[in-house]
């Protein structure tokens, strides 16, 4: 599914886009979404990506994400190109490089916290036996440990999205995608998985890309991206 570079050289991008664009329709009808889209991101930065409704930006997080394909150009991740024409190949990299975080938390509403935080080793063929360990140890990471067997409808918002996060870690990610991770939660449990977010990648060094809405918490990441009309307007560094 993904062809190393020429050369082989080593990188220190995770991620990098290289003229992409998307339309959705055929023809006179087609309609773009995205317009010549470039742009890198190293190892272990913490991107936010941005803009108002209807910008692209989501389109974008699913091309990141391997979700959908650019209608042109290149995606270049962890340092290979990626070819989309492969979905089941594609599948499987990104149940083992990309951790994903959504604003409505995904978790089936049957399963414990850890069988749900589990789920991503179940997609790999690991027994039940075999996923519990490593799921409870990413629970104790993001403090959820005293959850493990409760389920969603007895969490709180801010405790499902620390069980979601702990979904995403548990396949050891190279990067996270979050899709406006607190956007279901009240300002000061935003804040709390905000900062828990932030730890993670200080301590684990994995990259994190977030799209969001709220530039008060994009002011929060070490970059900002912003995205209007299908187009990178502005690619700014915040200062610390």
Known sequence: MIAAPEGGEAVAFMLRLINV???????????????????????GEFCAIVGPSGSGKSTLMNIIGLLDRPSAGEV?????????????????VRNRTLGFVFQSFHLLPRLTAWENVALPLLYRGVARAPRKAPALAKLEQ??????????????????????????????????????????????????????LLRDLNARLG??????????????????????????????TAVAA
């Open 206 to 235: 994995v990259t994190v890309v977030m799209v969001t809405h709220d530039r008060d918490l994009a002011a929060c990441c070490d970059r900002r991206i912003e995205v209007l009309d299908g187009r990178i307007v502005r690619d």
């Open 21 to 43: 664009h998307k339309r959705y329709g055929a023809g006179e009808q087609s309609i773009p979404v995205l317009r010549d889209v470039s742009f890198s991101i190293g190892a």
């Open 76 to 92: 270049m991740l962890d340092g290979a190109r990626v070819d989309f024409t492969a979905p089941d190949a594609a599948a499987q």
């Open 142 to 195: 993001v403090g959820l440990a005293d959850r493990a067997d409760h389920r969603p409808s007895q969490l709180s918002g801010g405790q499902r999205q620390r069980v979601a996060l702990a979904r995403a870690l548990i396949g050891g990610p190279k990067m996270i995608l979050a899709d406006e991770p607190t956007g279901s939660l009240d300002s000061v449990t935003a804040g709390e998985v905000m900062g």
